[in-house]
Each structure stands twice: as C-alpha cells, then as structure tokens.
C-alpha cells in the first residue's frame, strides 16, 4: 500500500483545517493541525508565568519541560503536553491568538517541534492509515520538503476575515500574518513547487474536491 504526505499551508482563516480535515476524512489519512501544537505550547508557557519571548529566551530550560505526546481520536491527531489535551476553548481565544506568533518566532521552541512534527508519519502508519495530512505554516518548507502532495491555501485578507466573523470569533488575522510572513525562521510563504490554490471565490466543497481529484492519482 503507498503511504503518502500531504502538506497544507497558509495564512490565518486560508481554510486549512476545514480543508484537511474533510481530505482526511474521505481518504483516510490521519490529520495533524500543527497550529494547535503553537497554540498548546503557547497556552503553557502562559500558564507558567512566561507572558513574553523575551522572557523564554532568557530562560529555555522550560521548554525541555513540556514533554509533548500524542492522542489520537478518529481522524485527528492532538498533542498533549504533560499527559494532557487542552480543550479547544483554552487554546482558541484572545490570550493565546495575541500571544501564539511571537514565541512561534523563537527557533528554539520550533525547534522543540520538528522531530515531534515529523515523527508524527510513523505515528500515522503504525495506526493504519492511508497517510498524513499536517496543517499550518512551514510544513511543505521545513517540516515535510519531501511530502508528496504540498499545497498553499491562499485567500483574499477580506474574505478570510470574513469566514472568522461568520463562525463568531474575533481574530488578530492580519497581524498574525504579518508576524509570520517576517519573521526569520520559517517564515510564511508558498514554497517553491507547491501547489497555489487561491479560495476566495470557492466554497470548502469546491477546494476538497480540486484535491481530492489530484490525490485520487497518487493514492
Ligand atoms: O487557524 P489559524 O490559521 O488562524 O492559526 P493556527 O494554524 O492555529 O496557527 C496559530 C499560529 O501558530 C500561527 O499564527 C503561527 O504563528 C503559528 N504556527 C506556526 O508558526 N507554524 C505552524 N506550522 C503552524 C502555526
Ligand atoms: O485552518 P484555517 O485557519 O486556515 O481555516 P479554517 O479554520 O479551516 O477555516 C476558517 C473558516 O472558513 C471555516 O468556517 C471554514 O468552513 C471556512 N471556509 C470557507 O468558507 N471557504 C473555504 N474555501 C474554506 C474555508
């Protein structure tokens, strides 16, 4: 059976977890949304006292601390930090969004992530599945440049803002953005290769099924 890859990036609201969720879900693939691994880590950090980059950078040892696992529940995979999944509710909200890409700019906490990240393959075969889907900002660039499908979501900033406002959540889209396109290590951008999809006139159903029809080819 081939096992396969796919990498999903974007900016804020480009529509990747609907998107690889949905992919997952009718190809059987594992789904791992690494903005939730930045937001868990983030949450953390906030939890224990350190509110600034400044202050993690003066401080490292914490982040060997903050063993990272894996729970695994139908199609998504979630890391869990000592043990435990935080609820969506502790990771998605005005605290974490304010604070979640400035210490995703620190290399040394990206660093903490890219063996857990790319461990996560085997994490998916050994459970079955068909292959793995990661969501979020440098997987086609750094995290999986090897991945056989790689694709960035892109979408006008208007309609991304849009779609946040439509699910109810106030959003620092476009500074988030902005601190993940200029940063240094692993900025935002589309990687060299990968397929650009532009959704800003297509519904979740049209961007699935322009995929699907490419990775009916390859699975
Ligand atoms: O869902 P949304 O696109 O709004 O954000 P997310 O995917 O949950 O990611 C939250 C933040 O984590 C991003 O704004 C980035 O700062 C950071 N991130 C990253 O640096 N690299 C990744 N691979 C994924 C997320
Ligand atoms: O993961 P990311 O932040 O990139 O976006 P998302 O959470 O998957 O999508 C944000 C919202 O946009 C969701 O409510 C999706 O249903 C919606 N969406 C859309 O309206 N049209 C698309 N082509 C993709 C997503």
Redesign the pocket.
């Given at each position: 059976m081939p096992f396969i890859v796919i990498a999903v990036d974007?900016?804020?609201?480009?529509?990747?977890?609907?998107?690889?969720?949905a992919l997952a879900q009718k190809f059987n693939l594992m789904h791992v949304?690494t903005?939730a691994h930045y937001r868990t880590l983030t949450l953390s950090l906030l939890d224990a006292g350190i509110e600034t980059p400044e202050a993690l950078t003066a401080d490292l040892s914490v982040l060997s601390r903050l063993t990272p696992g894996t729970e695994v529940r139908g199609q998504e995979a979630m890391m869990s930090v000592g043990g435990h999944v935080p609820a969506d509710n502790e990771i998605r909200n005005d605290r974490v969004n304010a604070a979640v890409s400035k210490f995703a700019a620190v290399p040394a906490l990206r660093k903490c992530l890219f063996d857990y990240q790319r461990g996560q393959k085997e994490v998916a075969r050994e459970r079955g599945f068909a292959g793995l889907i990661m969501?979020g900002r440098d997987i086609g660039s750094v995290i999986f440049p090897d991945a056989e499908l790689r694709i960035f979501?892109t979408?006008d900033p208007e309609?991304?803002a849009a779609?946040?406002a439509?699910?109810g959540i106030a959003d620092s889209i476009a500074e988030r953005d902005k601190a993940d396109a200029s940063r240094k290590t692993a900025p935002l951008a589309c990687p060299q290769g990968a397929w650009l999809i532009d959704?800003t006139f297509?519904?979740?159903?049209?961007?699935v099924a322009k995929i699907a029809g490419k990775l009916k080819t390859l699975l």
């Open positions: 974007g900016g804020a609201a480009s529509g990747k977890s609907s998107t690889s969720r949304d903005g969501d979501l979408a309609a991304r779609r946040r439509a699910e959704s297509l519904t979740l159903e049209e961007v």
